[in-house]
């Protein structure tokens, strides 16, 4: 089981640049961020196990409050740490 954690920052912008990260594997989980002037906040996706085949899969797309025009989505840094078996 792993825990996924997403930062990313768009400095010098000041619309909704909402990032969705989606983390498919045994289930799934989603997480957003606005990278629009962030400097410290992040996001985190917890538990997630690879399904039948080993994998783990990640989509990032903008969601519904991603404003620009463009549709811009960000990943800075992806962190994923492993939990013990319990």
């Known amino acids: 089981m792993d825990d996924f954690t997403?930062?990313?920052s768009r400095m010098s912008v000041r619309d909704d640049r909402e990032t969705g990260y989606t983390v498919t594997g045994g289930h799934?989980?989603?997480a957003a961020l606005n990278p629009s002037g962030n400097e410290h906040e992040f996001v985190?996706?917890?538990g997630i196990e690879?399904?039948?085949a080993g994998q783990i899969e990640i989509d990032l797309a903008p969601t519904p409050n991603n404003v620009n025009a463009n549709h811009f989505t960000y990943l800075g840094v992806m962190k994923v740490e492993p939990r013990p078996a319990n």
Request: net charge negative; glycine share 16%.
């Open 44 to 46: 985190t996706v917890t």
């Open 6 to 8: 997403f930062y990313a």
């Open 50 to 52: 690879p399904d039948g």
């Open 28 to 30: 799934s989980g989603f």
